[in-house]
Nanobody, 126 residues
Framework: QVHLVESGGGLVQAGGSLRLSCAASGRTISTYTMGWFRQAPGKEREFVAG????????YYADSVKGRGTISRDNAKNTVYLQMNSLKPEDTAVYYC???????????????????WGQGTQVTVSS
C-alpha cells in the first residue's frame, strides 16, 4: 500500500503561485508513475500532470501547460507540483496519485492510478 498526503494548498490571488507537495509512505514510489488530478465543485475530476518513475518524462494538461511543473524526489518519496500564474479556474481540490501506467493515454486517465491522496484545496481569488 502507498499512502499519499498532499500539502501546500491554500488561498492565493490570481497571478500568484503555489507549490503542492505529496509525501508518500508505506512503500517507495521510485517505481511508480506519479501524478496530480483536480476536481472543482460540480465538475468532473481532471488530469493535471504526470511524471514517469525516473522523472525523465512529464505530461501536462493543456490547461496548465507552461504554468505547471511536476517534479519528484525519489530519495524523499515526495512529488511536487509548482503552479504559477494561477487563475480562478484553477480553483479545485488537488489530488496526488500513484500508479503503474507507462503510456500517455493511461497516465492521463484516472484509471491509470491505484492510490489517491485525500486532496488539498487550492482557491484562487480574482
Amino acid at each position: 500500500q502507498v499512502h499519499l498526503v498532499e500539502s501546500g494548498g491554500g488561498l492565493v490571488q490570481a497571478g500568484g503561485s503555489l507549490r503542492l507537495s505529496c509525501a508518500a509512505s508505506g512503500r517507495t514510489i521510485s517505481t511508480y508513475t506519479m501524478g496530480w488530478f483536480r476536481q472543482a465543485p460540480g465538475k468532473e475530476r481532471e488530469f493535471v500532470a504526470g511524471i514517469s518513475w525516473s522523472g525523465s518524462s512529464t505530461y501536462y494538461a493543456d490547461s496548465v501547460k507552461g504554468r505547471g511543473t511536476i517534479s519528484r524526489d525519489n530519495a524523499k518519496n515526495t512529488v511536487y507540483l509548482q503552479m504559477n500564474s494561477l487563475k480562478p479556474e484553477d480553483t479545485a481540490v488537488y489530488y496526488c496519485v500513484a500508479g503503474r501506467g507507462i503510456n500517455d493515454r493511461i497516465i492521463r486517465s484516472y484509471e491509470g492510478y491505484d492510490y489517491w491522496g485525500q486532496g488539498t484545496q487550492v482557491t484562487v481569488s480574482s
